[in-house]
């Protein structure tokens, strides 16, 4: 559901009900990043981070939560 280039950003899925997927995000580098991302689905809420424009920004040595949806 969500790929990326960058592979010190990493990335593990977790389906839930209702067709969502929770993705939690490591940032494994001190300074912040900004990385885009290949997201199969709308990303929905986000935790500890930010989503935009098909970017994922992190905090440096820091975590992000994220929604997926489902394609209807």
Do not use: M
């Not at 993705?23 to 990385?35: G, I, Q, W, Y």
């Not at 689905?41 to 920004?57: F, I, P």
């Amino acid at each position: 559901r969500v790929t990326r280039a960058d592979t010190r950003l990493l990335l593990t899925e977790h389906p839930v009900a209702g067709g969502k997927t929770i993705v939690c995000a490591l940032n494994t580098r001190e300074e912040d990043v900004k990385v885009p991302l290949d997201v199969t689905g709308k990303v929905g809420r986000v935790w500890n981070g930010a989503y935009d424009g098909a970017v994922l920004s992190v905090p440096g040595n820091d975590g992000c939560i994220f929604e997926i949806e489902e394609d209807q």
